[in-house]
Structure formats: structure tokens, C-alpha cells
DNA sequence: CGGTGCCCCGAAAACGTTTACGAGTCAACT
DNA sequence: AGTTGACTCGTAAACGTTTTCGGGGCACCG
């Protein structure tokens, strides 16, 4: 309610002198300056955003935009809860706040992404879930906004700041375990929409199953939603087939679920008669009987990370902050389970 | 990057006439405001918030506090983006913008709360998971800011905006059910920290239990975590009791699923040597085997909810809105499962 | 005693927008 | 013809802050 002004006229002193002494800058006498934070502590004054915004141009505060269409997420715990946590925890440290912004369902997330950054509501921005075009990226680096990426795109000529998980690592490790089991036939569960990590993941299949020399059959690769129903689906589907695989790979934990459900009308036991790798270690992931063969990370320190890496292309901390951060493959621990201790007799 | 400065003078019209076409004030010639608003979408214009923040008082942006400490949300699927989405969904009617303001979970709720207020960056707040007695709600009658809570809470005489869901219908209806089938040892799974909800639930459950005239037996309530862990570990002591009950009521789904674990080693079946009921029905409940009994609610609606309430205590909008929607006991329906077939021979 | 430099502070402009006020035009009515 | 009123628009103040500029002290040195 209080302002600048009133506090100047209560010390007898101008809002400019006030406003320096506020700002830490040098040019204000040691006791001047300890009057006026007293009496601003005292009366309760806080800076108005909206002046301070208006007059040097930028906010102290990013953006992390989300998509509030659920089925997206695909994720079994509040995946963007933990990655907030380690992001805020950066960005506090230079007083910076962070913003979620969650895009509506019903709404195109680049003209919401447009609404925002063009509100100059804040400094920088956070996307996830790039898609493999993907519209903001060339807005925002239009815009000249600093941002960084959660996840990899052909747009913006792949020169822009992202991390990105370890897609290659995880495929890689997963073929790698399941052929030295003796399995020749693999499935692959991935999402249906265009999500990119559908198809950086679909890569580092293609790349390990060359490298075992094993021929790549399109049959193999399911796509559907990126939820327990997805996987129930997409093993379904494997059930059905004439000749069916041994093994199943998924690309979100979620699908895993569905995929033990699905197994268990079978009749079938996962890591008995079937083998199944998950993708994230989750909380509900580590409840599943038989425990499911997964990888791990800490969505905290990821978000520190990208917090970290924001920084580094914000120009007020950039000297502060590595350039080296910018582009960064987050790697992913493997937790092995029995849901893949299924031997393929062969 | 255009203000209203370039965009008046490239239409050689003053500024004033200009904010006054884009703002639909009626004194402005039709002519004239076509003309403004075909240039404006040329140029790219919007305008800048700060600015307008300044100017009018107001942000046009209401806030949604949540805490990114993940634990405290004891929800399988994303709970917020479901709700956060009704709320979009309401207040895009009004050209008002949602952000969400996480408290990093090392943070003081309040102080949080206090910062984000008094810098004025929202016209409204909505809190979520109120505590029995829960400072914020102090803070924000006394700053006169308009909000609505999801939760009741001891804080500010219970006079204050809120909706909550039907905590004691679920206990009645869950426990009617069980005492139907025979079921006179009953135990209940809380949360262990002072979220106002498990005091409510546990109201409910003892005023069902007086109506059937069944002695409470507070050695039957169970606090632990609201996390798969938590129920895990209530039904670990459950089973562990010299006298142990036939059946227990859940107040979070992600404990159900703990619960089914435990069960399991154990060697039993829910619905079959124990009866389980849960709350929430969501994705991941539906994939318990056997089904949970649960009970439902769209999200969507809640938060829609949400949304119309809070526009009910916002000035601007209140005539709009019917003062009746600001106090609502949000209502479920029953799911009924196979998780408390079980009937008690008694 | 004049010059120089430093420390501290006040005055005022500026950020981009909204809005109260008044003025100009023109038609219509007395 | 004078008055009224409707319609349209320009002028300028105001929102709360930061920041540039310059000036008044004061000490120090020549």
C-alpha cells in the first residue's frame, strides 16, 4: 500500500536518495541507508513490480510454460513439480522468480507462448516438451528472448540452448540388456503425437539394434497415448501379433502400468514369460511387482541445470554462468529391476 | 517492441485516441478504430502490461499458489493441471491471465505468499491445500486481496471464500458401505502433517461411526505420508495390530496403491481377505487390480469451479457472477469397485 | 586562497499506458 | 441565428520506480 514516495516524506529525505539506498547502490551514506531500510521494514514497503518493470524494461521473473493438457504429461508423479523445485532454487539465489505459465488445452501453444513473451511479463523463458518443429523456438529467438529448451528440435537450426535427456544412453543400454539375454525381437512403445524425444529415442533403437546387428522391423514400433491406457494398448497389440516379440521398451513409465495390467489378463508375468524396460524411475514406478527395470535421475538437480543454463544466455548473469551449459544431454542412471530378467532361451 | 507512441504517430493520431479504439471505449469513430486495430495487427502491437499494470492498478492476472515440495500433493496424476485448466478455461472469458506461483518447498508458505501480494503482480489469489490453520488466509483478507481457497480452514472464522470437496460424504458413503457388509473394525489412513482435509475426513468418519453406533477406537487412525510410502506403512501397522480391523478407508489414492502392495506380501487380497477403499479415482487407481472402490470428480469442473468463485469476489466482475457460488462443498460420486467386496461373516 | 576531487544528495526526466478534461465540429432544434 | 447536445479527438497528468545530471559541502593540496 506505502510507496517510495510516502517513505521519502517520512524520513524527510527524496525518492531518489531513497530508491539508491534501497537498490544497494554506492553513492548513500552508511547511515542514511540504515534509516531507510529500518523504516522500510517498519512500514512494511515493497517496491511495486509494475514501476520498477516500467522503468528498466525487464521483470525479475522467468516463465516455465506447461501445457495444462494432462495427457501430455505422461509422467507418473508430478514430473514439473520436482523440476520446479530445483529451477526456483537457482534462480532465487539473484532474486529472480519464477513463473509458471500453463497453456490451456484449447488454446495453440505457440499464440499463447506469443501472448506471454510479447506481455513482457518476464525475462526469460522455459519450454518443455519440444515438439520435432516447433513453433517457439523461432518465436522466441525472433523475439530475442532469452530462453532454454527441455528437449531437442529440428527447428531453430538445433543452435539454440537446450538440455535434453539421454534418449541415446537409455535406448542404447535397454537394447544392450535385452539382446544379452538373448532377445531378437524387441518392441518399442512410443508416443503417438510428435513429441521429438519420440523420435530421438527411435534413433538410438535403430543405432543399437544396427550395431547388434539386428535387422530393424518397423512392425515392432507402437505408438498411443502417453498414458497407462497407452501402454495397455500398445500391449495388446504385441500380444496380437502372429509372431510376437519377447521384449517391450517404453518410453514413459505410465506406459508401464498398462503394460503390466495387459500382461497379467495374459496370464503372463513380467521378467517371466515377457520381458518389459520402463523409462523414468518414478515413486509408482517402484511399486511395481515384479520391480521394473528403469532409469534414473534427479528431476531436482535437472532443474538446476536448466535453471543454470538459463542463466548463462541471460545477459545481466551470463558472466557469472559457464557458456558450457548451454547444450547438455542430462544422463540417466539405470536401476535394474526383474521385469527384464526373463532369459530368452535361443 | 512497438509501443503506442510509434503506433499513434504512424497513424498520425494522437495516442490517446489510439489506446481509447483499442480499449473499445464508445467515443472513438468507427472509421478511425478500424483503422487503429488494422495497424496495430500489421505492426504487431501489444500492449505492454507494465505500463498498463501501472497505470490502472491492476495486472489482469490472477495467481494460483501451489508448493513445488511434491510430496504435499499426495495426488497419482496431475491434480493441479486438471484444475488449472477449468480455471483457464474461466477466466480467458475475461481476458485475465492464470500464473502459477510454485512456494520452492525450503520456503516459508507465507512469506512466499507475502512476497508475491505485496509486489502486486496479480489482481487475485487462488491457495490450495489449506492448513487447519493457515496464515494465508490472514494475510490476504488483511491485504484486501481477493482470492478463493481450495480447502476450509480454521483461519479467519471460516468466513472466508472457499470450496472444498465433500470430505464427509466420502467418509459417510464409505463407511455405510463397510458396515453393510459386516465390517465393525474399520481403520482409516490420515495424512500426517495438519492439512486441514484429514481433520475433516476424520469428523466424518467419526459422526458415520456414531450413527451406526460404533465405537471410535483412535488406536484404528493411521497418519502417515500421502504418498504410495504412506499407505504402505499404514497397512504394514495395520496388519502388524494384535486386534486387526477388516478393512480400511484411504484418503488419498496414492496410499491405495501402497496399501495393495502390502497387502500382497502379505498374501492377501483386497476385496478378499481386506477391504480397501480409496478416494480420488484417477487414471492410475483404475489400474488397480482388483478395481478400487473410489469415489469421482472431473477436475475440469472443479476448477471451473474455482474460477467462478473467485470472479464472484473480484470487484470488476462480481455483478456477473452469482455471490452464492463462494462457499461450496464440491461433491463425488461413488465408483464403486471390487476393492471392498469382502463381506464380514459376523 | 584558489583549485581539485570526493561524498552525498535533490531535482527531474523517463518508461508506456490510461483517462479526465476540454475543445472543436456539426447537426438539430428552438 | 443562437443554443444545445452528440460525437470525436488532442492535451496532459498520473501511476511508482530508476537513473542521469548537477550541485553543495568538505577536505586536501598546491
Redesign the interface.
Same mark, same amino acid.
Given at each position: 500500500m506505502i510507496g517510495i514516495k510516502r517513505l521519502a516524506e517520512h524520513l524527510n529525505i527524496s525518492i531518489g536518495t531513497v530508491s539508491r539506498a534501497l537498490n544497494g547502490r554506492p553513492d548513500v551514506n552508511d547511515e542514511t541507508r540504515r534509516r531507510v531500510l529500518e523504516a522500510a521494514a517498519e512500514l512494511?514497503y &515493497? *517496491?511495486?513490480?509494475?514501476?520498477r518493470?516500467?522503468r528498466q524494461g525487464n521483470?525479475n521473473?522467468v516463465g516455465f510454460m506447461?501445457e @495444462?493438457? *494432462?495427457d501430455t504429461?505422461g509422467?507418473?508423479?508430478?514430473f514439473?513439480?520436482?523440476v520446479? #523445485?530445483g529451477v526456483?532454487?537457482v534462480l532465487?539465489r539473484h532474486d529472480l522468480?519464477?513463473? &509458471?505459465? $500453463?497453456c $490451456?488445452? #484449447?488454446?495453440n501453444p505457440s499464440q499463447y507462448l506469443q501472448?506471454?513473451v @510479447?506481455?513482457?511479463?518476464v525475462d526469460a523463458m522455459i519450454i518443455s516438451a519440444t515438439h520435432r518443429v516447433d513453433a517457439r523456438i523461432d518465436l522466441l529467438t525472433k523475439a530475442r528472448l532469452p530462453f532454454i529448451a527441455l528437449g531437442r528440435s529440428t527447428s531453430g537450426g538445433n543452435v539454440y540452448p537446450w538440455i535434453d535427456l539421454d534418449f541415446e544412453g537409455v535406448a542404447n543400454r535397454a537394447i544392450d540388456r535385452l539382446v544379452a539375454k538373448g532377445h531378437r525381437r524387441i518392441a518399442v512403445g512410443l508416443p503417438s503425437n510428435d513429441i521429438n524425444l519420440g523420435f530421438i529415442f527411435l534413433d538410438g533403437i535403430k543405432g543399437a539394434l544396427k550395431r547388434h546387428k539386428i535387422r530393424f522391423d518397423p512392425s515392432l514400433i507402437i505408438r498411443a497415448a502417453s498414458?497407462?491406457?497407452g501402454g495397455?494398448q500398445i500391449t495388446h497389440e504385441v500380444l496380437a501379433m502372429k509372431d510376437p516379440p519377447t521384449a517391450l521398451v517404453l518410453v514413459y513409465e505410465l506406459m508401464a502400468?498398462?503394460a503390466y495390467?495387459r500382461l497379467?489378463e495374459a496370464g503372463m508375468t513380467p521378467g517371466k514369460d515377457f520381458a518389459v524396460i520402463g523409462f523414468r524411475e518414478s $515413486?509408482?514406478a517402484?511399486?511395481l511387482?515384479p520391480a521394473l527395470t528403469c532409469f534414473r535421475m534427479s528431476l531436482r538437480d535437472l532443474g538446476i541445470g536448466l535453471g543454470e543454463s538459463l542463466l548463462a544466455v541471460m545477459p545481466p548473469y551470463a558472466d557469472t554462468y559457464p557458456q558450457g551449459l548451454v547444450n547438455k544431454i542430462w544422463p540417466m542412471e539405470l536401476v535394474p529391476g526383474e521385469s527384464d530378467a526373463f532369459t530368452r532361451k535361443g
Open positions: 512494511g &515493497v *517496491a511495486n513490480q509494475s514501476g518493470n516500467l521483470t521473473a506447461i @495444462s493438457g *494432462a504429461a509422467n507418473s508423479d508430478n514439473f513439480l520436482g520446479i #523445485d526456483q532454487h532465487a522468480d519464477l513463473l &509458471v505459465l $500453463p $490451456p488445452g #484449447d488454446e501472448r506471454m @510479447s506481455r513482457r511479463a498414458t497407462e491406457q495397455y502400468i498398462g495390467r497379467g $515413486p509408482l517402484k511399486f511387482q
